[in-house]
Every structure is written in structure tokens, then in C-alpha cells.
């Protein structure tokens, strides 16, 4: 098993992240973690905080001589913005007075965070629902990563989708379809649509107005196997579903073809299964995205998610003052545009830590010599079957 | 917290469910429990199965008196198939020779099932990957209805899509709606759709193919503030998505708008925040599904859940001899040429768990009297805000 | 991970257990079950139910032709005394007035059941409340302890004192230990001190009074690195505690010299470490019981738990009418003089549940030959060193 | 639910620790939580290194304005030691040769840690297995203890023995046990006692042996009610016994009475009950230590732990040398001689945070004013019985 915790308020000191169970004798590359970081915060359309901010994660236990040691990992990323906002966000008592935020903003945490715990304030509920708080899981999908590199899993995303802009996948090709994506300032695969992109972000920044989208992620070369059918609790597509769902303004999750499995006859929804003595089982199509009946099927894990576009407007919605009840217009936060191209480095996280989680649970162990061991061992019987 | 397991192979004894944390106090009809059990079998489109099997559950444990006991409840719903698969399931070692199921049906966990825990007949995986699990499912679900009826949670579902038809939901006027689903074979409010669904499954079957579809489901009354923004896990959309997509063959959820919102304007997307004397805050949209920052917002919580067709087809799809591997016909097996209908309610059970789970969590206590001093106490607060 | 749940009450139906994450290949033998079933019951100085339940345990699924299928084990004790009790335990509504009881009895979850669960009658939490549970967790214990002898590990137990007798170990012969127990009415190894045993629970049966004592409960070839030193919820003797501690009546545990550590000199209480070519590294005393660190040291662990006398009396004890608030006698509900060699038995068990959870957690996998394959794998790494 | 992990190295940069759970509206007070930290660094016989270490936690997250907002709380303690380990303990790569530590010391996770992480130097594993994480257990335990005050229960520690000198419990006079406790540079409440462990720590010191002891956590005033009898891993002593044997060096916990009740007789075991108006139920003994069926009972929860006698000696034990194989003297790791007095604290502080998570599931509840609604009610509901 693997799991983490992250913590950490968006203009506080630093967000945290520990993560356990991270086998020992990996190499961290502090490097990679803060690459990864800095591919969060890139994205046409993102807002000026990501001039402040330039994320870097410190190591502050877990790693010894660029190893693990097989204890928690902790990751600190200090909030630059933090000696601005000392006396807003001080643990300690305040003297000068701090003006509350009054009005809560539709498509926030706010309203019902507030009124789950009994507080007063918009802040003491914004700060930690922030999508600051993705930072501190991409450093965690870093280590993931990392972890899953070992065993050639890798784990890619792009933009599928930026408003009513839609890439056209089929057209882009093959060879060039990854490379584009690395190079394009959307992550998206298709320049044409990417160019359009672009164009819309530009005008709706303009009026004030912001952008959702969709992006795929894919994680390919995952073994077979990982999830299970026999409870409800151990689908694996379950698991990827909660932790995908969970990132800040994400509102669908599709497997494989996803919604148009719904029009799709039952002779053009699934995979066929071949073999051949070189490959030993495949499959000619992926429609399941990868997971049938619960469990990862050796075809490339397959994801769409549908972001919301983001809820902090420049011309903000409209809202109530909650000490006055009287109509009002949302308070006005920092925010981004689109942030869809930052969303498919937080989904890569997202799912980068469930595989290595369901991934140690099927391959135990706890040095990663170990774990190489028993997975050459399971791909063996595989082949030999 | 409230917890469940579920166990039992298709053709074996019994399907059990072991249901912890339903507070004291709380009756239980067992009528009420195989109704929805029958609810589940009904349905436009469903095979020959569903005429042996007429599920009743018993209850072994945790109800005395109708009056639950705080203890945990235990159903158990005999598979009236077993007398004719005694031999082909039975526990104990057997002396005829039991011809093992070769093919394994792609879109199904026969394969990567046997791959992972090392089997060899097909049946080891089917009897426990089947949809039949979500007979034990359903009657879980009507013990969580029972208690969230207490505080007038009311859940239900509808059919949305099925194959290439949509429902208009638009066009059926309100006091209509549910009257319609309930009489509709299909669960289909809308009654030309129904008819045009009924006659697609008609064609379909005697093609020997199967139809997906989308499902709705709604939840009414829920209080404001379950889940939370403050960790990943506890989000209760993520909570929510992973209990859905872990129903078989379920492969998208949407949550409010979900697919449209990536081409929906920031504008346009969200719902504002009104203020009334009598009804507090307030909305005049749901495009969030009821949910907000991870927390539920007080709207009915509305997700769509897309289903794929049944990959059991009569005229099987291609797979491969695990012995001789070489091409095959997959194993046939009896099943459904459409199950949206029945989707829906095992779709219900699962939105009423994760919110009871999630209710008493908030709301904690023990006793069934107990939870409701401490649900109007929060109630009295929230409306003094 | 391996998961149980028990249900079901003491005069109810029936006892009803799952279990979740037993590999796949595993040969059950009912038999087996039944038999440990059987053990439970056993020991001098047991009541008369005993005589009316011969516990035998159904296996309702999990199990093909004598083998695991990887899927949730589910395992049906039948309670035989439940016809007598149908009126009174019925989960349907009752026409005859069935007599509540009302004056809780000391030392049993009676009262403070009854006020965290705001009920009236002492039954309805004295049924859960009974050590008959122990009869699942036995059932449980016993599939495990299959699992484990895969491995040859071996779990037993012994009575080292009943009331103030206590065993003279160190008397007994070695090759004679375990054969004592075995043919011991009371599983007391020192034949001298069964009998002065056994004739102290004659004179406190006639008093009408209880007796308590200890067992110990041992482990053997138990793989070194079962848990872990890195977070406080990981550490093994922590999660051995908490099962056995969560047995009805254990109120104490001591792992290897237990409370003679705290007047022993630091030079006195560790084991040394030794290495042959041959043994790898070894120690020759075990003071620390198998576990430092909380990690197994390879060495047997070695648990010493501490039963407190029935609090059944039939001489009973002082208590109040919960309805008059009178003082009164506390019910009078039939039970045991002394149990303390049934409790060895149900202590096994709950150690082989923990010890087969962390050996899975460690050697992973989902099929016995796989697991098979890690555990030598790992093996063969450590004698490398 | 509240849950905590922590992290670090015992020469890294720091210990952290996340809690999550802990309700909104709370007040934190920085010097409280700095004040348990000096206490848990106390005690006569404790080592050096406490000179360099005077431990201060900083507060990263979860706290505004000295309240807590229901995000997780962040506590970070700097090593100060690490300025003199930096080449040591660096996450980075390093230049300079940094000499293993080869020679496993008995009684600590040295050996089975570097055996199960496929690790070579004993470093990996100690610096992660000391008692000095203990340091952020009890800051965590401080924040439990400042929610826990909020309800008046109270939570305390005194020391029993240290090495064969036994407090005289009995002897001293009611009025003055805490009084002693508190001014004793043992904690223990018999002056004469106390005179005699500094003795023989003196002692011991000398001859560069170690000691251990017993210490007693008390709770008061908490609820009746928290824990359940209904499944094995919700009984209260068992959530208890699990978190503070896992605490460094315990190796035994009892229960009320504990060993003593293997030879009480049923009738002078339990705690009988009583009845007036003004107190409600009540006893007037408490030998269950404040558990019945695993239930809390309202009686002071009173648990006796054993602590082993600290395996750093100074002299230290035999061992192996890893590369060698040679038999060699273990590792001399700076330690103290008797850490009894500290060990109160982290069991308070273990203790503290059971209550915590089992108070705040029996009540429920996100902000500390619905809570102590929830809790006024029970405690209203209860009178009335």
C-alpha cells in the first residue's frame, strides 16, 4: 500500500505532502520532482500567481544520498506568496484587524465549507480548497512516477479539449502526436486546434469570462492485473475514478470510449482477444480504456476528464453577504483563465499514485530489488501460460 | 462510518452482505428490502434468469424485533440457480469431471482475472466478476434508504439513454416525471422514448447483440456539508464516483452538467447564491449535481452514469482457446440484452450508501434518536447563520 | 491486505464470517475448519452450551472443488440454539411479549452498550456482546492458518496459569511441551499443574464463582520484516495487540518477557545476534518475543495474554434495575467457570489473521504459486547477505 | 475520524507531523504544545542529546489566527542536530565518503529493518526507528489534548517502577499523587520511591547499563460509550493497545487490573453497579481500567504500560558485522539510561489521540460548537434514563 497526505493552506506558509510506503532503494531526483512542479504551472491561460510562484519541493525526510529509505517521504513547497500575506494567514493571534471575505463564490467550497464548520470567514475555507493544493500532489505523483519508471510504466496526458474547441485526435500523426504535445503551450496534440485554443483564451480572458475542457490521460504498459472484480471497494477503475474525481474542478470521468459506449451495440464495445506466440494475449482495440470487470487488462489505461470551467470570474457571479443577507457579487480571487493543460499534469499525478499503490499491493515488498524479482516472476508465469 | 462487504458467486449458495454501523433503533422491513430486490430484477430487456431467480433476503443478523441493534446486519440472498450447478460449484471436492470454460469473453474480467490470481477455467473468475453481486448490493442499499428515509434523503434514478435513444427530459412535464419512470418499463420518463427503446432492444435481440445506455441518479435532502475540501479522500464527489464506477459495467459518471461543462463558459456554468428569509441560501440551478469544493451543497445530488452494452453476446465475440490457443468463440453466456433499467436502482444503492457512510460520519451517534438531535441541532444552527 | 468481518448474534441464526484477500489456489478442507471449530469448545471447566452447540462451519462461497477462488470466503456457523430462542431473537415483528432483561450485568459490555446505543433491554447488546463471536474468528483463524502452513508456520498456544496456578514451565521436558498440550484437558502443558488446575475450577464451581488465567500464544517460522518501524500504525506487535486485546475478556497482553522487562537490566533483555553459515544470523534467547522494532525478528513470537474470570456468576453480581433504578441482582445468563483454554484457541486465531494480513501485505500476490514464488525469492536474497 | 501520520529522520531536518480531523473553531495555543514537547524531554536519566534538542514546534497549516480552521494541521520540528549530520543525513548525492554503520544492535529495528528494505547501512534503518519520533507524537498529542479539554477529560501519566524499585502507590496520600507526579523528576507520586530510582539510575549509569519500567495513563471524564462491542476491530482497548505498543520500547499493556486478574476470582474481578439520582450509574471500584466489552464505561480509562530497558548501551551487546560476518560489538548510538518519565508522556499523548478519533466518531460533527451540542444532548439523554 501506499498512501498520502497533503496539507496546507494556498497563502500560507508551505503546502506538505507525506507519502509512505514508497519501497526502499529508489533514486529521487529532486530535479525531476521540480520539473514536474514547473510543468503544473505552465499553460496558456494561466493567471500572474504563476509568476510568484516557482514551486520547488524540499526533501525533508525519506531520502537519504538520493535514495529511500523505505520510511515517509516528506515533500515542503513554501508559498512565495506567503511574506504577503503574514498577517492574513499567521498561526499565531493578530492584532491588527483582518477584513473577512463576505461573499462566498458559486462553484467554490466556500458557502458549504463554511457552513460545515461553523466559520465565518471565505478565507478560512478558500485557502485550503484552492487548486494550490494540486502542487503539493504533483510532487507526490513525482515520486510515483519515479517508482513506475522502474518498471517502464510511463504515464502521459493531454488536452482533448478547451471550450467548444475539440482536437481532432484521428488527424494528428502517430509519430508526432506526443511530440506536439510536449511542445504545445495546451498540451494539445492537434496545432490546428491548438491555434484555436489559443484564439478563445484570448477573447474570454478579454470578457472576463473563463474555460473548461477535457484531457486524456494514459498510462501505458501497466501490468495485468492490478484492481480486482471480487468487491466493490477493489475495482481499480473505482479507485482511479475517486482519485480523479478529487482534483479541483474535475466533473466527469470516462473509461475508454467512456459516454459513447452508451449508443455503441454490444459487437462494437469491447476488445477482442487474440495471441500470438511473440505478445501472448492482445487486443487490436482499447474501447475499455484498459480495465475490464474491474481490473487492468495490459492495454494502455485510458481516461477523460471533463473540467469545469474554473469558478473565480473577474466579473464575478452573483452571491449573497453573509452578514447582511443582501444580494452582492461574488469576492474576486486571483485566478486563471483555463487551466486545462495544468489539469492533465495533476490527473498524470492523480493516477500515477493509484497505479503504484494497486501496483505494490500485487507485487508486495519493500526494496525495490525486491519487487523487480516478483514482478519478473508473475511476467514469467504469464508468458508461460 | 458505515461499511459493507459483499460475497458469493453467481451459481454458488448464496450471496451475503455484511452491512456495519446502521445505528440502533432504526426499523427494518424485510418487504421493503425484497421489493427493491424485485425493482432490480424488472426491466425491459432482461433474460431468462430473472424468471428462475425472485431474490428474498434473509436476515441473519442485527435485527431483532424489526428494530435494528446497532450490531452488524447480515442478509443473505439464496441463488435459487445453485440446485442446478451443485456440482458444477460446490465447495467440496467432486468426483464427476466438470468441463472447465475455455474462451474468455473479451469486455469481461475473465481474462485478466485468471492472469492475476493464476486460474485456469473461466468460471473462477465469471461466477464472482457477474453482475448477480449487485443483487447483495441492492439489498444493502435498501437498509441505507431505510435510514436516510428518516431524514427524508430520498433516492431515485431514471433511464436517460439507451442504445442511441434519449430520453427528452425537457418535454415531460414535472408532475409527470417520476409517475412516468415508475410505470415505465424502462424506468423512462419520457413515454415516446420508451416506446422507440422498447422496439430498438426488440431488434437488437434478435441480432443476438446488446445495448448500453445512461442512467440518472438523484438524491433529494441532502444536508448540506458531506464530504470536505480539506484532503483528497474525503471529497465526496471522489467518494461517490468510486462507488459508481465499481458497479459492473459501468464506464463514465458525470456529475451535474458533466461532459457539456468543457464547453461551457465559466459564466454559465455555475450556480448562483440566493438569500431568503424563509429558505435561507439558496439556488435557482444545479449544474454542479449538488456538489461544490467536494462537499454537498444542499441541491439534489444528480449524477449520470453511462453504461456499456453487456459484453455476454449470443453470437460471441472473438477470443482464444486457453489450451490451444488458438481463435475461438467466446463462451456464451445467458444474460441481458439491456439492464439499464435495472442499472439504475443498483445505481441508487450505491448513492445511498456512500451517504449514509457519510451522514453518520457528520452526524455520528450511535442511536437512530441520537442522530436526529444532532442533524436538527445542526439544522437550527445553519438556518441562524 | 487479508480483511474479516464477523456477524451475527449468540442466540440469533447464525454466526456468519467473510474474509477478503485469501490468495487463489489455496486447498480448504472443511474438516479442518470444523475441527478447530471443535477445539474452541473444548477445555474443562466449559458450561453446557457447549453440549448443544457442535459448531460447524458452511462455506457459502469463496471455495471451488476444495479451492480458493480468490474471491471473499464466506463461512456460516449455525446456531443450534436458536429454535429455542425463535420468539425472542426473531428479526420479525412479535406477537408474545417477550420479557426484557433489565439489570446489566459488571463487567460485560452490557451498560455502557446500552447507553451509547439508547437501548432498553440487556439482550439486545448481551447477544453481539458474547464470546460465541469467537466461533467466526475461530472459523476465520482456521482458513488462515492453512494459508500459513504453506509457509510452515506454525501457531499454538498453551494455559500457563489458571486462577493462581501457574505452570512450571521450565519442568517440562521439551520434546514433551507441545504433546501436553495436546492431551491436557486445560492445554496446560505442566501435567502437575492440570491437576491442581482442574481442581481448583471443581471448588470454584461449586462457589458458583469464575476463574481467569493466561495463555500463551506462539508463532513459528514467522518470515523476518512482517511490519514495520516507519509509522506508528505499522508496527506489528501494535497491530497483534489490537487483535487480541479485541478479544472478549483479554485484558492484558505481553509480548516475549512482557512486564518482567521493566526490572531487567538493559544487558539482560535483548537478544544477541550470532551468525553461522549455516543458520545465517540467529539468536539464542528470545526475549523481545519475535519482535523488535516492530518488525518480526525471525525468532517465534511470542505472546503472553491475560484473561480475567467470566463476569457471568451465577452468584451475580450487584447491579440495578435499569426501569425501577432498584439495586438488584444482575441477570443471570448461562456461561463457563473458566474458558481459559478455549481462549488459546481464539488468541491463534486472531494471530494467524494478523500474520497472514502482513505476509500477504509483504509477498503480495493474488495466487498461492506466486506468492510461493516471492517468499523464496526474498528468502534467497536474505541468506545471501 | 482523526488520523495523523509523522515523518522524518532522527539527525534529518526535521520531524512532521499531519492531523487530520480535528474540528473547526478551535483554539491552538503554540506555548501548550512546546510545553508538552519540554515535558516529553525530561526526566532524570535521560541523555545528552536532549541538551542539544529543545524542541519547538512550528505551525505550517491547519491553524489561523490561533484556530483551527478543520484543514490538516501541520507541525514541523526542526532536528537541531542535524547542522552536525548534514553530509550524513543530506537527501542529495554526496562527495565525501560517508563511513556505514555495519554492526546491527540488538533489541532494535536494526536487523530485521535492513533485512526487509534490502538496505545495507544500519543508519537507514535508525535514524527512522528511534524514540525521537516519539517527539512528533506528542505534538500531535497536544492538539488532541487541547480539543480533548474542551470536553473536561483529562489525561495524565505517573511512573510505577523504574528498574525493581516499585512505587508505593497505595501509601501516598490522594491530595498530593498528582502534586508529586508533577514536581518529581521521575513523575512519580512516592517521594521515597523516587529517591530510590535516582539511585539506582546513578547506578546503572555507572556501570553504562540501561533500565526500564512501568508507567500508568489515566483518562478522566471520558464518555460512556466510545468504542463497540459489535466487530473485533472497533473494541476501544483495542484501538488503545494497538497505539501505545507501538510506542518505542513497550512491550506490555494492561488493562485495569491487568496480569493481577489471571488470578482474582469472578466475584472480586468486576465493577459493580450502582445507582443514585445525582450521579447516574455509577461503581465504586475500578478493576476494568474503565473498558467493559470493549466499550469505554465512563470510569477513568487506566492502562499500565511496560517499557523495556533501552537496547543502546554503552557496553553494548553482541553482534555481527554485516560485510564481515565477524562476531562484534554493537554500534554505540547515544541514548539515555531510563526514559520511563518520558515514556508517560508519549502514552498520554497515544492515549490522547485514541479518545480524540473515537470522541469526535461518536459525535461527529466538523465545527467544535456542533460537537459540543451532539455531546450535551447525550449526556441529556443519558440522565433522563
Known sequence: MIRFTTSGESHGKALVAIIEGIPAGLKINQEYINKELSRRQQGYGRGKRMLIEQDKAEI????????????PITLLIPNKDYKNNQDIMSPFSYTKVVKPLLKPRPGHADLPGLIKYGLEDVRDILERASARETAARVAVGAVCKTFLKEFKIDIMSYTLQ???VISDVSAVQKGEFWKNVETSSLKCPDIKAELQMRRLIDRVLKKGDTLGGKVVVVAKNVPIGLGSHTQWDL??????AR????IQAVKSVEFGLGVKLAETLGSAAHDEIFYSKKNGFYRTTNRAGGIEGGLSNGEPITITCTMKPLPSLVNSLTSVNLETKKMSKAEVVRSDVCAVASLGVVCESALACEI?????????????????NNFNSYNKRQKAL
Chains 1, 2, 3, 4 share one sequence.
Open 60 to 71: 525533508l525526510s525519506g531520502v537519504r544520498h538520493q535514495r529511500t529509505l523505505g520510511s
Open 162 to 164: 478547451v471550450g467548444n
Open 235 to 240: 475495482k481499480f477503475d473505482g479507485r482511479l
Open 243 to 246: 482519485s480523479l474525481i478529487s
Open 356 to 372: 503504484a499503490s494497486a501496483f505494490k499491493e500485487k507485487f508486495g515488498a519493500d526494496s525495490l530489488n525486491d519487487i523487480k
